[in-house]
């Protein structure tokens, strides 16, 4: 069964820092396109990075440029989310996703993606 699983998650202060993994179990991540996605309580789900399958192709929402980078470890079947420069606004559950397998395109469109992890929170706040 195809898995995936956040960690990381927790309270920081505005201005902190964060380090999001996401495993996979069940799946060798290296023929998916991932994504991080969230979602604050009474807003819609935001796309905020993915990750092409090799690694060599990014995308971030405006939002995030500049302060947080996606990056992946096939070896280790694990994605990241660094997340630097936190705001207040990026407090939210995180969730990571896949797309199905062989899909090639990175998009910030979760109807776009299948497999889906539980999340995690992330609060930020002094």
């Known amino acids: 069964q195809l898995q995936l699983v956040e960690s990381g998650g927790g309270l920081v202060q505005p201005g902190g820092s964060l380090r999001l993994s996401c495993a996979a179990s069940?799946?060798?991540?290296?023929?998916?396109?991932i994504g991080w996605f969230r979602q604050a309580p009474g807003k819609e789900r935001e796309g905020v990075s993915c990750?092409?399958?090799?690694?060599?192709?990014?995308s971030s929402a405006d939002s995030v440029k500049g302060r947080f980078t996606i990056s992946r470890d096939n070896a280790k079947n694990t994605v990241y989310l660094q997340m630097n420069s936190l705001r207040p606004e990026d407090t939210a559950v995180y969730y990571c996703?896949?797309?199905?397998?062989?899909?090639?395109?990175?998009?910030?469109?979760?109807?776009?993606?299948?497999?889906w992890g539980q999340g995690t929170q992330v609060t930020v706040s002094s």
């Open positions: 069940g799946f060798t991540l290296d023929y998916y396109v």
């Open positions: 996703a896949a797309r199905r397998r062989g899909a090639s395109l990175c998009t910030l469109n979760g109807e776009d993606y299948t497999y």
């Open positions: 990750i092409s399958r090799s690694g060599g192709s990014t």
